[in-house]
Nanobody, 129 residues
Framework: TVQLVESGGGSVQAGGSLRLSCVVS????????MAWFRQAPGMEREAVAG????????YHHDSVEGRFTISQDNAKNTVYLQMTSLKPEDTGMYYC??????????????????????WGQGTQVTVSS
């Protein structure tokens, strides 16, 4: 059974930082892409940052460019999202996603939830003003 387990969420004031972690277990193939999505109440799930092309490509949403950084530690099967200069609009449930399906172009950043086969349960991030 493939499992993605997120941690590191919490409540912070605007301007603060958090680091989210996602540990992937049970997948025997090559994890060709991973991403962090967030979903605010009443909103659609949106891609915040991602790794693709086996980690050679990175993607960051315009709203987090320069503030958030996605990285991975292959030895620990873990992907991270370092979040700095947090804003109230960053509030939401953050989900880790892994493994892009065969129909996804490996040379393009996967940003649709439908691109991914596996999901974590999410970790809540709340930023107060």
């Amino acid at each position: 059974t493939v499992q993605l387990v997120e941690s590191g969420g919490g409540s912070v004031q605007a301007g603060g930082s958090l680091r989210l972690s996602c540990v992937v277990s049970g997948y025997t193939g090559t994890v060709n892409c991973m991403a962090w999505f967030r979903q605010a109440p009443g909103m659609e799930r949106e891609a915040v940052a991602g790794l693709y092309s086996g980690g050679r490509g990175t993607y960051h949403h315009d709203s987090v460019e320069g503030r958030f950084t996605i990285s991975q530690d292959n030895a620990k099967n873990t992907v991270y999202l370092q979040m700095t200069s947090l804003k109230p609009e960053d509030t939401g449930m953050y989900y880790c996603a892994a493994v892009c399906g065969p129909g996804v172009n490996p040379r393009e950043a996967p940003t649709s939830p439908g691109d991914f086969a596996y999901w974590g349960q999410g970790t809540q991030v709340t930023v107060s003003s």
